[in-house]
Structures are given as C-alpha cells and as structure tokens.
Nanobody, 116 residues
Framework: QVQLVESGGGLVQAGGSLRLSCAASGSILNVIVMAWYRQAPGKQRELVAGLSSGGSTNYADSVKGRFTISRDNAKNTVYLQMNSLKPEHPAVYYC??????????WGQGTKLAVAS
C-alpha cells in the first residue's frame, strides 16, 4: 500500500492560482490512473481530474481549461495546477491512486477555499 499525502491547499482569492501536490510514499509507476477528487460539505466526492499511465487526461467540465493534472514519476508526485479559481464553498481535495484490480489508495485531503 502506498501512502498519499496532499499539500498546497489554503485560502486564495478568486481569479488566483494554486498548485496542489500529492506525494506518494512509494513508486507510482504502476498506478493505472492518478486522480484528484474534491468533496464539499454535504456533497458527494467528485472527480476533478484524472491522468492515466499512458498520459490520457480527463477533467470535470467545470474545470476544463483552468486545471491541469500532471505527474512526476521520478518524484512519485502528482500535481494539480489550478488557475482562474472561482469562488466556491470550501472543499477538500483528495488524491487517489488507482492500481486496477480493485485496489485504490486515497490521501487524507487538503482543504481549499476561494474567497470572492
């Protein structure tokens, strides 16, 4: 099992940028999909962005063109670059590593708030 630790959250002004990081305790070379999810209070966790080992990406419609997911296998780290942030209710952003064969690891989350 790989431990995932997210960082980079905080309070940012609307229109600003922030980069989240997800550091894995071990190699992520064999991870099928690395992804970022978010969960606002009282809401279900939702996919924000995913990146496959082959380089394919998918994004939630609400973040397309503003967010970019990337991974550095040498550093065992996945990033989420967020630009043009919009005011939103506080949400916790989670990193997820999908290994396939019904195995996935989650981080503990990092909180983001965007002030208007």
């Amino acid at each position: 099992q790989v431990q995932l630790v997210e960082s980079g959250g905080g309070l940012v002004q609307a229109g600003g940028s922030l980069r989240l990081s997800c550091a894995a305790s071990g190699s992520i070379l064999n991870v099928i999909v690395m992804a970022w999810y978010r969960q606002a209070p009282g809401k279900q966790r939702e996919l924000v962005a995913g990146l496959s080992s082959g380089g394919s990406t998918n994004y939630a419609d609400s973040v397309k063109g503003r967010f970019t997911i990337s991974r550095d296998n040498a550093k065992n780290t996945v990033y989420l670059q967020m630009n043009s942030l919009k005011p939103e209710h506080p949400a916790v952003y989670y990193c997820r590593a999908d290994w396939g064969i019904a195995r996935a690891d989650w981080g503990q989350g990092t909180k983001l708030a965007v002030a208007s």
